[in-house]
């Protein structure tokens, strides 16, 4: 049995948890959710799920991610884990 990778893309679509791509330019900061089934097409289940692994494997498949608002080619991804509800609980 393989061990549990937190880290691959296909984890990510079993647990839940989304992949969303952030402008880095700091005037525009717009944000969109990026789809992991369809990254998993692209780049298949066990490709990691880093931000330079992503990015690698797009350039591979000759595609790039640009923002939608300002046409920026400098993104940042944030990964939210499924059941995150942005609430810290008192232990």
């Known amino acids: 049995m393989k061990p549990l990778d937190a880290s691959?893309?296909?984890y990510m679509l079993d647990n839940g948890?989304?992949?969303?791509?952030?402008c880095n330019n700091g005037v525009c900061s717009h944000g969109a959710e990026l789809i992991v089934p369809w990254l998993i097409d692209l780049l298949g289940r066990d490709h990691s799920s880093l931000?330079?692994?992503i990015i690698a494997g797009l350039k591979k498949h000759r595609k790039r991610l640009r923002?939608?608002?300002c046409g920026n080619y400098d993104?940042?991804?944030q990964r939210i884990h499924a059941g995150y509800?942005?609430?810290r609980t008192e232990d």
């Open 8 to 10: 691959n893309l296909g």
């Open 17 to 22: 948890d989304q992949l969303f791509v952030v």
């Open 51 to 53: 931000a330079v692994d």
């Open 67 to 69: 923002c939608a608002r």
């Open 75 to 77: 993104v940042g991804f």
């Open 85 to 87: 509800t942005g609430h």
